[in-house]
C-alpha cells in the first residue's frame, strides 16, 4: 500500500510538472503575439499556477516592461491594459486552443479585435496574414475598420435597405 501511495506522488509530481511546462509555451506564444503587434509597448504574457478544489489552476496576467525591472506593471489583461493586448491575448489562446484539441482551422472574429487601436490595426493585418498562410487557418474577419483590407485577400462589404414592402434587404459585395 505504501508503494502504491509513492507511485501515487510520482506520478502527481510529473503530471504537475509537465502541465507546468505546457505552461511556459503558451506565455512564451503569447508573449510573441503581443510583442510582435505592439511591438512598442514592452508587454508579455503571463501565467501563474495554483491549486483550486485539488485541481490545477492557471490564472493570466500582462506585464508592461520587464520582470526585473521595480518599475514594470503587471495586472489583469482587461482592467490593466485595455481591449487591445487583451483581444491579442484572447485570439492567440483560441488557436492554440484549435491546434491543441486538433479542431478545424476556421476563426470567425465577429468585430473580436475592434479593441486594438488603429496604430496597432497594420501589425494585427500581418499577423492574421501569417496564422492564416503559415498555420493554414481560414480567418472570416468581421471589422469595421477599414485599416484591415490592406492586408486582406478577399474583401466585402454588406449594407441593408428597407424596401418597399418593410422588409430588409441585405446587398454583399465583393470588392477584392
Known sequence: MEKLGKVSELFRFLLDMLVEKEVKVVENVVTEALQAIFYDRHLSFEAEMSTRYNRPSVD????????????????????????????VAS?????????????????VLDESLMPVSESYVDNTSKFLLNLASEMAFDILLVTHKTGYLEHTKRAYTCSSAKEADGTEKLTMRSFR
Open 60 to 87: 493570466f496576467f500582462l506585464r508592461q516592461g520587464a520582470k526585473d525591472n521595480p518599475r514594470s506593471h503587471r495586472g489583469d489583461p482587461l482592467g490593466a491594459f485595455g481591449g487591445g493586448p487583451s483581444s
Open 91 to 107: 485570439l492567440v489562446l483560441r488557436v492554440l486552443t484549435i491546434l491543441r484539441k486538433k479542431l478545424f482551422p476556421v476563426l
